[in-house]
């Protein structure tokens, strides 16, 4: 029981951290919020995680797994055979449901991605140094099978369609029809393809 009452308990700080650094950024966070949030006292706090930095970094972590999760088990469930273009539809879908669904972990990490010196310093940029490969491969596929023009820059494509996902992510939680028409959107743009056309 100890240690579900204790997973319970790191789950509440998580949950209340991501909050806290969608609403105020790295450097506004107060651990001491984080800890009321939490129902804890900040010591309490401490004895589950030391610092603001170790924080950052598993909320980072757990949000980005989640969308490796949730776009991995997509591309997982097409057919074997399914072309460069389906693959990148089907991981844009399945990264902004996940972006949408994990709500301030989601909007934690889009507001803070770009503070490198941030990341760097508490080893959260790897997560998001990998997840940004994984998605230029998606375009260099894409871009080999001509959905994406070759001549572009891989990873400025990458930068801007991650991007243009990351900027429909607001205070409020999008219902999952207009998160489903958002996807369609992006794919539409990305890869020229007419509304009626879309997989």
Known sequence: MTGTKAARTRLRILDAAASEFAAQGYAGTSLRRIAEESGLQLGSLYFH????DALLSEVVREAVAFAEERVSSALDDLPAAASARTRFSAAVRAHLRALHESSDRGAAVVRI???SPELTAVGAHQHVRDYARFWTGLVIEAQAAG????????????????????ATVGRRQLPPDQVARLAETVIGLVLRQP???WP
């Not at 959905?147 to 990351?166: F, N």
């Open 195 to 197: 509304l009626t056309n």
């Open 113 to 115: 991605i770009d503070l």
């Open 147 to 166: 959905g994406i023009p070759g001549q572009l820059d891989p990873v400025i494509t990458r930068d801007l369609v991650v991007g243009a996902m990351h």
């Open 49 to 52: 995680f030391t610092s603001k």
